[in-house]
């Protein structure tokens, strides 16, 4: 939510900013920006749309070149996307761009309109300038300064600043939303997302919450309130910049489907050891595990539907009661916590804002927070009392499918080695169930690349539907949330998904001739009920694409069209039915022109409430 980056050094800023917020594009793109020291002076330059108008705008005018420069790819919150919304934001004194928002700008604007601020935009970010300027002027300090802002601002922040009077120097400091400080051969960088800095450098710090960053050429440090200097934290990372690239995919999103067999081999393999589920490496222990009496899985989006499959996954092997919870949700319903509640947290980024409160909730009331996270060193991972990171890489298309492949293979080994602990699985069981995974799963997801011909035939007949309804029971049911929601976000056909027998109860009346219904059948236990739910449907006129196990019983009795999934072992045809689906979702906003990798209206990771 919102791309933010900084550099100082000896090289020219411009480019590297407009490198940085281009690989940032995922974070928000309706408009953005960049600042500039110059001569004493700050240069901004900003638009609406994304970075390619800014890049053209720098052309046009022949933007100088600078050693210093902050930029700004935005995912509006508090004014719309527009030339004059779109950060940095300026006063007479500093630039600032803002990932996050302030809660409280509405009284500190009125405050500052008393003493005479004209203000050009409707955002909270300008806000917050002119409350780091006061203080400034006040102060003389800008170290000071921003800190006694902090006191006045409330909400969540990520701010990179560019003083006047303070040239080659960049503050930065953060407060719920991340920043990764980094140094190269050629001097200090600043991003939201290490990504951003895969081209320039692989050593990274993760800056902590409320601490502040001074940058410059010379030097990156963390200086703390009282002015002493904290030692900053380095880390190699040997993500690549490929990871970050399309490698001759037309689209992120497609490139990401095919990593999801090596994703989810990354993700389980390290964690079976002696053919047996082991978290030892995550610092989650046997014992921990064996006290969940009961488990809440909170996550928003996709990485809710991937605990979904959680929740199937794990009552049906270990026996334990699971709840899953809509995030934003989770504080308000006042959950039922105590201290044998297992709470697991699962989000690509580690960053979603509702998410880290559920956290933090769950934390304050006495239950172990486990989290399933993708992005290392992010605040879920470092908050939670344990973390099992999946091994995904980097996800670039707003649309996940790698990030929540693994985020299913994490529950499969997670409700694996809860039944070998519960003992509702035998030793050679769970022994069995682990080496199918690793066997199984990426080879189904592989083979499923193989109907891909088939897939694009069927996307033909779905991509001018203005309404579809994806239907299943169990798991299967599961898994058509989430195929719905690809289909929605990146090809805006509106669609549902319901559990197969849930249709009846009223949305029926929506079925009409012709009306496109995709039906999943992953296993043979709940076929002939989903059969039964189909009949309901063709009988009304729907027109039903059946995604259906390799052995099913003459599925092509009762559906227009049947994509068989590839014959694979018991559990993997989860996977590949969801492969299937995202391939379809795909190919259809490709027939239809759509913007694949960045939605309309969307953003990946979502740092506001
Ligand atoms: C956003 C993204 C979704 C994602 C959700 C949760 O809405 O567009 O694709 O599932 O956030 O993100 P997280 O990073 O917590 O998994």
């Known amino acids: 939510m919102c791309g933010i980056v900084g550099f100082t050094g000896s090289a020219n800023a411009v480019p590297k900013i407009v490198k940085g917020l281009k690989v940032l594009e995922y974070r928000g793109y309706d408009s953005v920006g960049l600042a500039a020291q110059l001569n004493g002076e700050i240069k901004t330059l900003k638009c609406k749309g994304r970075v390619d108008a800014l890049r053209d705008k720098l052309e046009q005018e022949h933007f100088p070149a600078t050693d210093c420069a902050i930029g700004h790819t935005r995912w509006a919150t508090h004014g719309g996307p527009s030339d004059i919304n779109a950060h940095p934001h300026s006063t007479d004194t500093l630039a600032l761009v803002h990932n996050g928002i302030i809660e409280n700008y509405r009284e500190l604007k009125a405050q500052l309109l008393e003493k005479g601020v004209k203000f050009v935009s409707e955002t909270d970010s300008e806000v917050a300038a002119w409350v780091i300027t006061e203080e400034y002027k006040a102060q003389k300090d800008p170290i000071k300064a921003i800190y006694s802002s902090l006191k006045k601002l409330s909400g969540s922040y990520a701010f990179e600043i560019l003083f006047k009077d303070r040239p ?34 692989d050593t990274f710090c993760f800056l902590r919450e409320g601490a502040l960053a001074h940058v410059t050429k010379d030097s990156v440090q963390i200086v703390k309130e009282d002015g002493t200097l904290e030692e900053p934290v380095w880390q190699k990372t040997d993500m690549t910049v490929e990871a970050a690239e399309k490698c001759g995919y037309p689209h992120f999103m497609l490139k990401e489907i095919h990593e999801q067999p090596n994703a989810f081999l990354k993700t389980v393999s390290p964690r079976i050891k002696n053919g047996l589920p082991d978290f030892s490496g995550d610092g989650v222990s046997d014992d921990l595990l064996r006290r969940a009496k009961k488990i809440y899985i909170v996550a928003c989006g996709s990485a809710m539907h991937a605990g979904l499959c959680g929740k199937y996954l794990i009552e049906h092997w270990a026996k334990i009661p699971v709840t899953v919870e809509i995030a934003s949700e989770f504080r308000y319903n006042d959950p039922l916590i105590d201290s044998d509640t297992l709470m697991i947290i699962v989000s690509q980024s580690g960053e979603t804002a509702d998410s880290l409160a559920a956290l933090r909730y769950g934390k304050e009331h006495g239950a172990f927070t486990m989290g399933i996270i993708n992005v290392v060193g992010s605040s879920i991972a470092r908050e939670a009392d344990a973390t099992l990171y999946t091994y995904a890489g980097p996800e670039i298309a707003v649309a996940t499918t790698k990030g929540y492949c693994v985020q299913v293979a ?59 309804f994806y239907i299943g029971r169990g798991i299967d049911y599961a898994l058509g949330v989430e195929g719905s929601l690809k289909l929605k976000e990146i090809s805006y056909i509106h669609s549902e998904a319901y559990a197969a027998g849930e249709l009846k109860h009223g949305t029926i009346s929506l079925i009409t001739e012709g009306t496109p219904v995709i039906a999943v059948a992953t296993s043979a236990r709940l076929y002939d009920k989903t059969v039964s739910n189909i009949r309901e449907c063709s009988s009304r006129g729907a027109n039903v694409l059946f995604i259906c196990y390799n052995d099913a019983h003459q599925p092509e009795n009762v559906a227009d069209t049947v994509l068989r999934l590839p014959k694979v072992g018991r559990h993997a045809e989860m996977l590949a039915a969801m492969t299937a689906m995202q391939l379809i979702a795909y190919e259809v906003a490709v027939l239809r022109g759509c913007d694949i990798d960045r939605p309309r209206n969307l953003a990946k990771s979502v740092t506001v409430e």
Do not use: W
């Open 168 to 201: 080659g120097e960049i503050f930065a400091v953060r407060q719920g939303s991340p920043l990764i400080l980094a140094t190269g051969v050629d001097g200090g960088y600043i991003a939201s997302d290490m990504t951003a800095l895969l081209p320039f450098t």
């Open 410 to 468: 994490a529950f499969m080994l997670i409700a694996a080695k809860l039944s070998a602990l519960c003992g509702t699985l035998s030793e050679n069981e769970v022994r069995t169930l682990c080496s199918e995974l690793c066997r199984d799963v990426p080879k189904a997801i592989e083979e499923t690349f193989s109907l891909h011909d088939e897939i694009k035939e069927i996307a033909k007949k779905l991509y001018q539907s203005e309404n579809l």
